[in-house]
């Protein structure tokens, strides 16, 4: 499966944005999809997870309560819904596919697919 991470841009802090990763292939539904964020210098972070069927949801005690990540099989994508952004957000969002029913909170278990990043600028 091939994903493709879509949305990012810069807002205020308090400010929203909905993040795309809409993915290629007819399996789209056998893949958990986790969300990753990257800044300079530092190792890539776990978000939040959805799980194949989206029933199951996990996220990082950082983001737990703000973000939110759903799919939608139908159009292969899955989404993560960011509010009450801080400038601590601000990084390169990517999304990962897993061969797994619900997906992986660490980039210590490989995924099946990385897409490209997009970028979310956070300003005080």
């Known amino acids: 499966v091939q994903l493709q991470a879509s949305g990012g841009g810069s807002v205020q802090t308090g400010g929203s944005l909905k993040l795309s990763c809409k993915a290629s292939?007819?399996?789209?539904?056998?893949?958990?999809i986790s969300w990753f964020r990257q800044t300079p210098g530092k190792e890539r972070e776990f978000v939040a997870a959805?799980?194949?069927?989206?029933?199951?949801?996990r996220y990082s005690d950082s983001v737990k309560g703000r973000f939110t990540t759903s799919r939608d099989n139908a159009e292969n994508t899955v989404y993560l819904q960011m509010n009450s952004l801080k400038p601590e957000d601000t990084a390169v969002y990517y999304c990962?596919?897993?061969?797994?029913?619900?997906?992986?909170?660490?980039?210590?278990?490989?995924?099946?697919?990385w897409g490209k990043g997009t970028q979310v600028t956070v300003s005080s």
């Open positions: 990962a596919a897993y061969w797994t029913v619900t997906g992986a909170t660490s980039t210590s278990d490989d995924p099946d697919s």
């Open positions: 292939g007819r399996t789209f539904s056998s893949y958990a």
């Open positions: 959805v799980s194949r069927g989206g029933t199951v949801r």
